[in-house]
């Protein structure tokens, strides 16, 4: 075993149990380190190799050395193992001494400015974020102790972010530290989330039949509760993965058409005029557009597709591009024959044919077609 051998083991070991550490847990210690010196035999072999090997341990830190009498070359002082009791002495032979301080530390601080009965929760989300915390500026952390103490002091504030009157902290330092926030806040108190106004969750709907468009609006953005008030009985409901696709349809008795919003389509599930007649549902004919598919139909919503079969996507293969990141992961809610279409575009070499490149002509004598 080398020096820089040595160093990797204690290195993958710190990186796995640094939080266990800056919290004070330190079941997985003392490291021992086994050196696998020569043999008397593989040191006749090699002579100047063992020595050299021999030298490149004098004066490491914490290597244990054993005296051992060889026939043939007398008794010889050799290095047997590094032996590392605690995290400082691993930061130390792995290089992360500065990490370490800056981690355990930082721990240490947030540890001291909650009380119990959390504690226990509290230190167990700190050492699974105390490699986010050493990350942090010091600008940063200092920001994190201010906004977890008044989140702490006002608990259902009902404020949105960019209301918060904490000093040097802006909306953006919010949404980016957001997960850390929660995590520690929600561990700190046992609480659920951080009791701030989140954003209307909006949906973009298009009213196709002016009859159905409340007070004359046939095309808005609203909150997925407001859109669940209204008394709706359309006889249709699409549901366009692309806004444009949403905006070219033209007036059409009985209809509504919907942005999905990607894979925020399973919000429409909370929409009862949407959830009870269904969805005429209309993605991109690649991995992700029945990834969405699948998310939708999980909802328990009635849905069919259109052009989102094999047939199209041989009728356009002149339109083919290349999905860089398929979908990954089981697509339980598919249809059998969406399964194949899925297994078809990986075949062909994880290729899709984007909604909009399909003539406008083939897609509304597709849409008007399809029924339940």
């Known amino acids: 075993m080398t020096p820089a051998g040595a160093a990797a ?45 021999a030298k490149s341990w004098e004066g490491t830190a914490d290597v244990l050395w054993t005296e051992r009498r060889w026939a043939s070359l007398g008794q010889q002082r050799i290095p047997d193992r590094v032996q590392l009791d605690t995290p400082a002495a691993v930061a130390a032979f792995a290089g992360k001494t500065t990490h370490w301080q ?19 929760g509290f230190a167990t989300a700190v050492g699974r974020s105390a490699v986010e915390l050493a990350a942090l500026a010091p600008a ?25 009157p904490i000093r040097g902290v802006d909306t953006k330092w919010v949404q980016k530290y957001r997960p850390l926030v ?8 046992g609480g659920s989330g951080l009791g701030l106004a989140d954003k209307p969750d909006l949906v973009r709907v298009r009213f196709l039949d002016p009859a159905l468009a409340p007070g004359g609006l046939r095309d808005l953005a609203a909150p997925v509760r407001e859109l669940a008030a ?29 942005h999905g919003s990607g894979y925020a389509v399973d919000r429409l599930a909370r929409i009862p005029w949407i959830r009870d007649v269904g969805v005429v549902y209309w993605g991109d004919l690649d991995s992700h557009g029945f990834g969405i598919l699948n998310r939708l139909r999980a909802q328990d919503i009635p ?70």
């Open 303 to 372: 849905v069919v597709t259109v052009l989102m079969d094999v047939a199209t996507l041989e009728k356009f293969n002149d339109l083919w591009g290349h999905e860089p990141k398929p979908a990954v992961g089981t697509m339980q809610h598919l249809l059998q024959n969406e399964i194949d279409v899925v297994e078809q575009l990986a075949i062909r070499g994880n290729v899709r044919l984007e909604q909009e490149r399909i003539d406008w002509s083939t897609a509304m004598d597709a849409f008007i077609s399809t029924k339940f």
């Open 230 to 258: 209204m008394a709706l009985s359309p006889d249709v409901v699409y549901v366009f993965e692309n806004l444009e696709s949403v905006l070219a349809m033209p007036p059409l008795p009985g209809a509504v058409v919907v």
């Open 140 to 164: 940063d952390f200092t920001r994190l102790g201010g906004v977890l103490e008044w989140i702490r002091d006002h608990p259902a504030s009902g404020l949105y972010i960019r209301q918060l």
């Open 102 to 120: 800056r981690a355990s530390s930082r721990a240490q601080t947030l540890l001291d400015s909650v009380p119990l009965p959390h504690r226990d």
């Open 182 to 189: 929660t995590r520690l806040h929600e561990a700190a108190t």
């Open 9 to 53: 083991q204690a290195l993958k070991k710190y990186n796995r149990h640094v939080g266990s550490w800056s919290v004070g847990d330190g079941a997985s210690l003392p490291l021992s380190i086994p050196l696998h010196p020569p043999t008397e035999a593989q040191a006749l072999a090699s002579l100047p190799a063992a020595v050299a090997w």
